[in-house]
Structure formats: C-alpha cells, structure tokens
C-alpha cells in the first residue's frame, strides 16, 4: 500500500504541472506526534490563490485523491498589496473626472467653455475596510457563521483640480 506521503507528492506534482501552481504559492508545515507507541506526521499545506475556480478545483482533486486523510479547511481571503495599490488609483482617477465633469457645467453655465487642467492635485485618500470584530459588515447577518468573510475594502480620494476657462463667445464671431 502507498503511504500518503508518497500520494501527496505525486498529487503536489501533477498540481504544479495541471494546474500551474507554483512552488513560491505553497508551504508545507509537518508535525511529529507521538502516541504511546507509535508515531503520526501531519502535514498542514498552504497555498495561495488568486483564482477562487482554481481553489475549488485543487480542493476538490485533493479531497478525491486523499480522501479522508485531508481536511481542507476555510479559506481566507486578503487584498494583495497590487490589488490596494490599483484600487487607490482607481479612486483617484474616477475623482479627477468627476471633477473634470463638474467643471465643464460649470462653464457651460457661465458661458464659457473647459480648458486643460492647469493644476490636479490629491488632498486626501481614505480606505475602510470591513473586520472580522464587526460581523463582516455589509455581509449582513443573514449568512451563516461557517462561511468565511470575504474581505471588502472601499477607498475614496479628494483631489482638487483647475481648469483654465476659454470665453466661447469669441469662436463665434
């Protein structure tokens, strides 16, 4: 009979070769435990995603090849430093539009039309993230207390922005 190790193994590798999971995405903690006589390892393995399909899939291939020797437990959930970094971007570049937007009524109101921006600059960026402490938030109460919580962040920026402003009565003489 195969020891599970040498299942696992096997198993590691046709993951990293089927389904692109690399070496850096995973760790494998062991531990030695000792009952009277004998001795029990039990691995812990822990693998970054960033596809939540992949992650069922892999869950599913482990559960079927190991069968009841595995437990996969809850999966957490984070926001990568990139994912934040984009995030912030988005916030302010969706800011200096609403902004540009504004403007251009403004001197369609004072009869005039929107020149380029003469000066853009971010005041302020704001995130708010939901905790665990709180229930998870927005996830309301309907949902049960197994599931994990999925993280939600929400940035907002403050910028300022000048525009020069050019006199359309003189286009039309």
Avoid at 38 to 53: G, H, K, L, P
Avoid at 124 to 147: C, I, L, M, V, Y
Wanted: hydrophobic share 35%; glycine share 4%; net charge negative.
């Amino acid at each position: 009979m195969e020891s599970l190790l040498m299942v696992y193994l096997k198993t590691r590798i046709q993951l990293e070769e089927q389904h692109d999971i690399k070496e850096d995405d995973t760790s494998v903690r062991r531990f030695l435990h000792r009952d009277t006589d004998m001795y029990r390892m039990d691995a812990e393995v822990i693998v970054t995603f960033s596809d939540f399909e992949k992650m069922e899939r892999i869950c599913c291939i482990l559960l079927e090849k190991l069968d009841k020797s595995v437990s996969v437990g809850t999966p957490e959930f984070y926001h990568s430093a990139e994912c934040l970094s984009q995030m912030r971007l988005r916030a302010c570049v969706s800011a200096v539009e609403n902004a540009q937007m504004k403007a251009s009524k403004v001197s369609q109101l004072l009869g005039q039309s929107l020149g380029p921006p003469l000066l853009v600059r971010e005041d302020e960026t704001k995130e708010w993230r939901n905790n665990e402490d709180n229930g998870g938030g927005e996830q309301g109460s309907a949902a049960p207390s197994h599931f994990p919580i999925l993280p939600a962040v929400t940035a907002s920026s403050q910028v300022s922005v000048s525009f020069s402003l050019r006199d359309t009565s003189r286009k039309m003489r």
